[in-house]
């Protein structure tokens, strides 16, 4: 009898391991390397993502581009945020994929070179070496919106693809590049350690508000999972809300994920929000900023073709209050 016993609990605590949620796990472009996955680390530090109703196990990263997608359809993951250029590419590829979310949008990298080149007008761009990080991804789609703004193609200039924006700082400071990129928070890093680098700040002047990244998902988690995709969104928007109004825990909070020191993860985050300060969306998604993105995309090389929104688009997910597509 004791032995039936046994087996009737050690049966039962199976099958409710079996039935119990699934732990999650989710992509985000250059998580705990760039600052898109700042929402994401606060919603885990705070346990947002379980009270919404999923467990998220882990955030994977990539390096970009179209790596993002592709680690997120390589194994059994349930959402990615990824660049924006990335998700158009991999629809009109036929990847079985939707758009259901809205992640950043605007500039959040300095472009820098070296303190002797003669970087003043747009005709010094000319045959100037850029680097940027893969194809499709957020850092070349800038250049090539960054030229058409000065009335340059990309013919006009050398475009180096190098993976790791750090590999970027490297080649800059060895004359291997002449124009590289910093985001955060490898700027706030790069600055306490005493690199000089000269800004040019009126590089991206010009460029109108543009789409960086979107949440994405697969048509088969959409049909299977959508209360736990719509819990993820609904987690990501309680961590943006805490980022925009407590900065002190959410610094705490990016140190911690990022396993930066508290100073570098305090000013890399004041550096977003100083340059553009509605940099993270809260998930919703801005239908007109989306399409001029497309556009420009298209105007400049990057994406060929039309874009069938409805066919792309699934935002149900998204909190009703932010279902307007402007958010």
């Given at each position: ?21 699934r ?24 346990g ?16 970009g581009?179209?790596?993002?997608v ?7 993951t349930?959402?990615a ?40 007008t ?8 850029f ?39 490297t ?9 590289a ?11 306490k ?5 000269k ?7 010009k ?27 609904e ?15 959410t ?6 994920a ?5 100073d ?11 340059q ?12 007109k ?6 556009q ?9 073709g039309?874009?069938?929104?409805k ?17």
């Amino acid at each position: 009898m004791i032995k039936f016993r046994a087996i009737a609990a050690a049966l039962a605590l199976s099958l409710g391991l079996a039935g119990a949620a699934r732990a999650e796990d989710i992509v985000v472009t250059h998580y705990a390397s760039l600052l898109y996955g700042t929402p994401y680390a606060v919603a885990l530090d705070k346990g947002f993502f379980k009270q919404a109703g999923v467990d998220v196990s882990s955030i994977l990263t990539s390096k970009g581009g179209g790596t993002s997608v592709r680690n997120m359809m390589a194994g059994d993951t349930l959402f990615a945020e990824v660049a924006f250029p990335a998700a158009l590419s991999a629809l009109k590829e036929g990847f079985p994929i939707k758009i259901i979310s809205g992640g950043t949008a605007g500039p959040s990298s300095f472009w820098v070179t070296r303190p002797d080149v003669k970087i003043d007008t747009p005709e010094d761009l000319k045959g100037k070496r850029f680097v940027y990080s893969r194809p499709k991804s957020v850092s070349e789609s800038s250049i090539f919106a960054v030229l058409k703004s000065h009335g340059l193609k990309p013919s006009d200039v050398q475009m180096i693809a190098i993976g790791d924006f750090g590999a970027g700082l490297t080649a800059l400071e060895h004359n291997k590049i002449d124009i590289a990129i910093i985001p955060e928070p490898i700027y706030s890093q790069k600055m306490k350690a005493g690199a000089k680098y000269k800004i040019i700040s009126w590089l991206d002047s010009k460029l109108p508000p543009y789409t960086q990244t979107v949440g994405i998902a697969t048509n088969d988690m959409i049909a299977k999972k959508g209360a736990q995709l719509a819990a993820v969104i609904e987690g990501r928007r309680k961590g943006t809300d805490v980022l925009y109004s407590d900065q002190k825990a959410t610094a705490a909070a990016l140190a911690k994920a990022y396993n930066l020191p508290p100073d570098i993860a305090a000013s890399a985050l004041a550096g977003i929000l100083k340059q553009t300060p509605n940099w993270w969306s809260r998930g919703g998604l801005d239908m007109k900023q989306m399409e001029l993105t497309a556009q420009s995309l298209k105007d400049t090389g990057a994406f060929e073709g039309d874009v069938d929104w409805k066919a792309a688009i699934d935002d149900r997910f998204i909190p009703k209050d932010l279902q307007t597509r402007t958010q």
